[in-house]
């Protein structure tokens, strides 16, 4: 294909990746900040101990508690100046905005107002009716930057009060050893050879490898989305199973479409955008530790990193094919041994003779 050829392509093709990848974009977005939830993480919160009526989970990492309390109990959970800032009762669960953690104990903290003090009185604000709530909680991390060393990093501990009884919440933090910097190869040694057999520049061959390219892209989309998916926050929701059914959908159609024999091009390409944006989306599982996803760690840094490398493959074998340009007018002819483009017509009836 011509560099004019490519460019034509390139104009329209950067719009159809951004379409695929608002396709894969993950639905499981947190409360706090519009934040999505991450996939991976250096550290790990464990929990060790809990008060009785007390059930408490560490979610996504070392980020936020989830906590459930008998609603014949009233238990408060303590700030970090011992303040009351959360109420867990049989009304549901409330939050004391004159809590100065309230505002400091977010994904994103914001400025105390002035009149949010730690001996002032506490002003409830109803947060639901339910008998669990999850929130940010920085004390879960809060020994995060002392140790780089893989390892136990040290015990964090959250107060409460049930029934006006002291009790507590106890855990550790534990840092994990980085992932080794060999995930990083099979994309490097993937975009190598589809670089190769592009130099060949046999528009069979270019085609032929777009279309193994995407479907193993949409094979390690649907891997990677499971994994996810699947990973609870702390449970799996209705719009997780949702969104996992509608992944699997799509990754029917698109199957079925690329094993047509003809005008799989614009298919591969969006394949391939959806497997390029969910390979940068699972990035941090190859950087960090700890995997945040329901399957093994081995198998989401596999997923993430053949999505990003077939994505890419497939995307650049659908920009550089010929995709069944028209031939010019001025076409050698080698039947006759002339250019084809040069001869006139003949009128109705005639023959061209050649001497």
Same mark, same amino acid.
């Given at each position: ?6 460019? *034509? !392509? /390139? ?15 993950? &639905? #499981?977005? #947190? ?7 991450p996939v991976a993480s250096s550290y790990r919160a464990t929990i060790t101990a809990m008060? +009785? ?14 906590? #459930? ?17 959360? !109420? ?8 004391? /905005? ?48 002392? &140790? ?5 990093? %040290?015990?964090? =501990? ?6 006006? *009884? $002291?009790?507590?919440? $106890? %855990? ?14 099979? +994309?490097? =040694? ?8 592009? *130099? ?9 490898? %777009? !279309? ?5 892209? =949409? ?12 990973? @609870?926050?702390?449970?799996? &929701? ?16 698109v199957t079925v479409l690329l094993l047509r024999p003809r ?11 959806? %497997? ?5 989306? /699972? /990035? ?16 989401? $840094? ?14 650049? #074998?659908?920009?550089?094919?010929? @995709?069944?340009?028209? !031939? ?19 009128? $109705? ?7």
């Open positions: 294909m011509t560099a004019g050829g490519v460019r *034509r !392509r /390139l104009c329209w093709a950067i719009p159809l990746a951004t379409v695929a990848g608002v396709m894969t974009f993950p &639905s #499981s977005a #947190s409360a706090h900040a519009g934040q999505t939830d008060a +009785p009526g007390v059930t408490a989970k560490v979610v996504d990492g070392d980020q936020r508690l989830w906590m #459930s309390a008998d609603p014949r109990l009233t238990v408060i959970v303590v700030g970090r100046f011992g303040e009351p800032y959360l !109420r867990f009762s049989g009304a549901g669960v409330d939050e004391n /905005l004159r809590a100065p953690t309230t505002y400091l104990n977010r994904a994103t903290p914001v400025i105390v107002p002035s009149g949010a003090k730690p001996q002032l009185p506490p002003d409830w604000e109803h947060l639901t009716d339910s008998h669990s709530y999850v929130w940010h909680e920085d004390r879960l991390h809060v020994l995060a930057g002392r &140790s780089s060393a893989p390892g136990d990093v %040290g015990p964090w =501990v959250v107060p409460l009060t049930v029934n006006g *009884r $002291r009790e507590v919440i $106890r %855990g550790q933090l534990w840092r994990a050893a980085d992932p080794s910097l060999l995930w990083f190869w099979p +994309p490097v =040694v993937i975009l190598a050879g589809v670089a190769a057999l592009l *130099r060949v520049r046999d528009q069979r061959i270019t085609r032929a490898l %777009g !279309r193994v390219l995407a479907l193993a892209s =949409v094979l390690a989309v649907v891997v990677a989305r499971i994994g996810v998916e699947t990973y @609870g926050h702390p449970a799996v &929701s209705t719009w997780q199973r949702i969104d996992l059914a509608l992944t699997g959908l799509l990754a029917l159609l005008g799989t091009g614009f298919v591969a390409f969006v394949a391939g955008a959806a %497997g390029v944006y969910q390979g940068i989306v /699972l /990035l941090p599982t190859l950087t960090e530790g700890y995997v945040l996803a329901a399957v093994p760690a081995t198998i989401e $840094r596999a997923a993430g990193a053949a999505a990003i490398a077939c994505g890419i493959g497939a995307m650049l #074998s659908f920009v550089f094919a010929d @995709g069944g340009a028209a !031939r010019s007018p001025a076409t050698v002819d080698v039947r006759l041994g002339v250019v084809a483009g040069d001869q006139p017509t003949p009128a $109705r009836g005639e023959t061209l003779g050649i001497r």
